[in-house]
């Protein structure tokens, strides 16, 4: 399978917060990865995908909500690979089906519907779709890609960082992409994550068990990586996650409008406008300081912002 990941660029920001302050702010832009397999979520499947080969499946499964980034990604990627695609949506049916479902269908992928409360039971889910499909020889993703596969992946981000940092910054959902970028960080690299909903010490946690030892064996197994210590080179920032999952408000819309046309860089609502707004925040507050080379991970989602649109105010909520 050609995994190739074509150019990634590293994009220098140059506005008045970060001349006034003197930070040297850059954008690693994934979002332009792949045009239909944005971001992180590339990085996620790609050891997936290629265990899904070796193992003989013909077809990927996942979960998520109607709007996920990572079910655009897993269809976008099974039409580009060859395999079929099963998303179990989150929430009842539509008559009219979102841009990211739209998008979805179109590359082939088969919907299944279930309720909210049927979805939260994580066990019975996977019975669920494990019955439903017993014909399909299905490799399983489980929600936003991440898994021990996914951390490895997301080790290699940082690869595409051609020159020096001290800090490096990256949204966290489940906090995967944050502890692959953890591990693959050098001596006196920092990574600061931006907690994207509210839940007191919720990726902390799960960061802390990324990081823990049980994943380190397949790792190790699939590459060979250079030891570092994972304990006190990273934080988690839980101010900036504006009430919660994809809740949004004016000052967060402003702020993305702003520094779109300042910088010529897209952000979407849910991760990236988010990170990038607590980026701004510790620089205006000294926490990133003059001479420092900063580091944000343009982690993609741009697909999301449809959704937004899609429901006809941008400030309303979804969920
Ligand atoms: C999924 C996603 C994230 C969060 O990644 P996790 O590994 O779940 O923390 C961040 N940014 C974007 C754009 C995403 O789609």
Request: glycine share 10%; proline share 2%.
């Amino acid at each position: 399978m050609g995994f190739e990941l074509l150019n990634i660029p590293l994009q220098g920001i140059n506005d008045a917060i970060t001349k006034q302050f003197g930070v040297n702010l850059l954008v690693l832009r994934l979002d332009l990865a792949q045009p239909e397999i944005s971001g992180n979520k590339l990085f996620k499947l790609k050891y997936n995908l290629l265990e899904a080969e070796k193992a003989g499946a013909k077809t990927l499964l996942t979960f998520g909500g109607a709007f996920s980034n990572h079910i655009a990604a897993t269809a976008a990627a099974g039409k580009k690979y060859g395999f079929k695609t099963i998303g179990i949506i989150r929430g009842e049916e539509h008559s009219e089906l979102n841009p990211t479902l739209k998008f979805v269908a179109d590359c082939g992928m088969k919907l299944q519907y279930v309720s909210r409360t049927f979805y939260q039971n994580k066990k019975e889910l996977y019975e669920f779709a494990r019955k439903q499909f017993e014909k399909e020889k299905i490799y399983f993703i489980p929600e936003g890609g991440s898994n021990a596969l996914g951390v490895l992946g997301c080790q290699e981000i940082t690869k595409f960082i051609t020159r020096d940092f001290d800090y490096v910054c990256c949204a966290c959902g489940t906090g995967a992409t944050m502890a692959g970028v953890v591990r693959s960080l050098k001596k006196n690299q920092k990574a600061v994550g931006f907690q994207v909903l509210k839940a007191d010490g919720y990726i902390k946690k799960e960061v802390s068990n990324w990081l823990s030892d049980s994943i380190s064996e397949q790792e190790s197994a699939i590459q060979n990586q250079e030891k570092v210590n994972v304990k006190n080179n990273w934080s988690i920032n839980e101010e900036y996650h504006f009430g919660g999952y994809a809740k949004i408000n004016e000052e967060l819309t402003e702020f993305i409008k702003q520094f779109e046309q300042n910088n010529t860089i897209p952000l979407d609502y849910v991760y990236t406008g988010k990170m990038m707004f607590g980026v701004y925040d510790l620089i205006s507050k000294g926490v990133f300081k003059s001479g420092e080379t900063v580091i944000a991970i343009h982690t993609g989602g741009l697909q999301g912002n449809s959704g937004f649109e899609f429901r006809g105010n941008k400030l309303t909520q979804y969920g």
